[in-house]
């Protein structure tokens, strides 16, 4: 009788211990599963927070600041559904707050204030931002929480813009290259420029002023060019002549 109680006992215990173990492993796993989520959402926000004090750089419209907003909001708020936190509830409402104070189809410009840096680290960095700030404003539109309007002048924006970056880039290169004497590469330059305009699909005060600045700048250069091969010309020539001048008779 005694040894039929141990052994019960034996057995209890030990499906008392799978079950404890089944138990901590499914804890275990729901933990682990909460620490990836919240990895996500915090690599999202730290990636739209980044792009909201971008977008300071810009002059990009209110409309569009309310687009980076909302979606900063709408992570901030899977966090504290994860993760519960009273840090995470004080910024929800502040950037509830942000949207609230902002007409989310008003698309004036916030600042119209824009300089293209000097250093091609920070030109490389501007264009990708607006690489990024283009793919949140198509994804926040395909998702259906942005008006078709306020994409459609967003995104304009955000084009001509990037094209602005890229022209008055290649224009200073090629300005540099030239004030140096090097009219090749000058030459080179000015033609990329000229080929990016003339790839639009649009044409504006901005790009038909440009084209015609570069397309000046194309022709003064291949008037130097074509000088500098005559006078390279004649010198050869000159060169050629002295050294039959030079040479020694033939006897016959």
Same mark, same amino acid.
């Given at each position: 009788?005694? @040894?039929? $109680?141990?052994?019960?006992?034996?057995?209890?215990?030990?499906?008392?211990?799978? =079950?404890?173990?089944? *138990?901590?492993?499914?804890?275990?796993?729901? !933990?682990?599963?909460?620490?990836?989520?919240?990895?996500?959402?915090?690599?999202?926000?730290?990636?739209?927070?980044?792009?909201?004090?971008?977008?300071?750089?810009?002059?990009?419209?209110?409309?569009?600041?309310?687009?980076?907003?909302?979606?900063? #909001?709408?992570?901030?708020?899977?966090?504290?559904?994860?993760?519960?936190?009273?840090? @995470?509830?004080?910024? $929800?409402?502040? %950037? +509830? !707050?942000? $949207?609230?104070? *902002?007409?989310?189809?008003?698309?004036?410009?916030?600042?119209?204030?824009?300089?293209?840096?000097?250093?091609?680290?920070?030109?490389? &960095?501007?264009?990708?931002?607006?690489?990024?700030?283009?793919?949140?404003?198509?994804?926040?539109?395909?998702?259906?929480? *942005?008006?078709?309007? =306020?994409?459609? =002048?967003?995104?304009?924006?955000?084009?001509?813009?990037?094209?602005?970056?890229?022209? !008055? /880039?290649?224009?200073?290169?090629?300005?540099?290259? %030239?004030?140096?004497?090097? #009219?090749?590469?000058?030459?080179? @330059? %000015?033609?990329?420029?000229?080929? /990016?305009?003339?790839?639009?699909?649009?044409?504006?005060? @901005?790009? !038909?002023?440009?084209?015609?600045?570069?397309?000046? &700048?194309? +022709?003064?250069?291949?008037?130097?060019?074509?000088?500098?091969? &005559?006078?390279?010309?004649?010198?050869?020539?000159?060169?050629?002549?002295?050294?039959?001048?030079?040479?020694?008779?033939?006897?016959?």
């Amino acid at each position: 009788m005694i @040894y039929t $109680i141990v052994i019960a006992l034996i057995i209890l215990l030990i499906i008392l211990a799978i =079950v404890v173990g089944a *138990v901590q492993q499914h804890k275990q796993r729901l !933990e682990l599963e909460r620490r990836k989520k919240m990895a996500r959402f915090r690599s999202s926000l730290e990636q739209i927070e980044d792009l909201i004090h971008m977008s300071s750089f810009f002059p990009i419209g209110k409309s569009m600041l309310v687009v980076l907003n909302s979606r900063a #909001l709408e992570v901030l708020k899977s966090m504290n559904s994860v993760s519960p936190s009273k840090d @995470y509830q004080a910024r $929800i409402q502040d %950037y +509830e !707050e942000r $949207i609230e104070s *902002v007409d989310r189809n008003d698309t004036s410009l916030i600042s119209e204030d824009f300089e293209i840096p000097q250093n091609n680290k920070q030109i490389i &960095a501007m264009i990708n931002g607006l690489k990024r700030l283009r793919a949140t404003l198509r994804n926040e539109h395909s998702r259906g929480r *942005v008006d078709s309007n =306020v994409f459609s =002048v967003e995104d304009q924006r955000l084009t001509k813009l990037q094209l602005k970056i890229s022209i !008055e /880039t290649l224009i200073r290169r090629g300005r540099h290259a %030239y004030e140096s004497q090097m #009219l090749g590469s000058a030459r080179q @330059y %000015y033609e990329k420029a000229l080929r /990016t305009i003339e790839d639009q699909n649009f044409s504006d005060d @901005y790009t !038909e002023s440009r084209q015609q600045s570069i397309k000046q &700048a194309l +022709e003064q250069i291949a008037q130097e060019l074509k000088d500098a091969h &005559a006078r390279d010309k004649a010198k050869h020539k000159k060169e050629d002549d002295l050294e039959e001048l030079f040479q020694p008779k033939k006897k016959w």
